[in-house]
């Protein structure tokens, strides 16, 4: 059974910082990716930030160079550290894991439950 389980959500002041954790659990015979995404209400689910294994990064224009994506391959465990927070950074915020459970099985996405980031004053 892979899990997905993200933590770290939380209400944060315009210009506060929040650190987003996703831990898998669950055996894979190989991770290619992790990253986190947002949906806010009414809008389509967007891509925030990806790591590969080898440590590729990906970020998504609205998010450079506040956001900072990181992973912990031993733990397959990934963070997002979110700072100079917008309003418009309000969203649900899911990790998504892009891996193969066995090695005869194809690739495929995870996602977990999602975590609520609310940005207001």
């Known amino acids: 059974q892979v899990q997905l389980v993200e933590s770290g959500g939380g209400l944060v002041q315009p210009g506060g910082s929040l650190r987003l954790s996703c831990a898998a659990s669950g055996r894979f015979f190989s991770i290619n990716a992790m990253g986190w995404y947002r949906q806010a209400p009414g809008l389509q689910r967007e891509l925030v930030a990806t790591i590969t294994t080898g440590g590729n990064t990906n970020y998504a224009d609205s998010v450079k160079g506040r956001f900072t994506i990181s992973r912990d391959n031993a733990k397959n465990t990934v963070y997002l550290q979110m700072n100079s927070l917008k309003p418009e950074d309000a969203a649900v915020y899911y990790c998504?894991?892009?891996?193969?459970?066995?090695?005869?099985?194809?690739?495929?996405?995870?996602w977990g439950q999602g975590t609520q980031v609310t940005v207001s004053s």
């Open positions: 998504k894991l892009d891996g193969r459970r066995y090695y005869y099985s194809g690739r495929a996405d995870y």
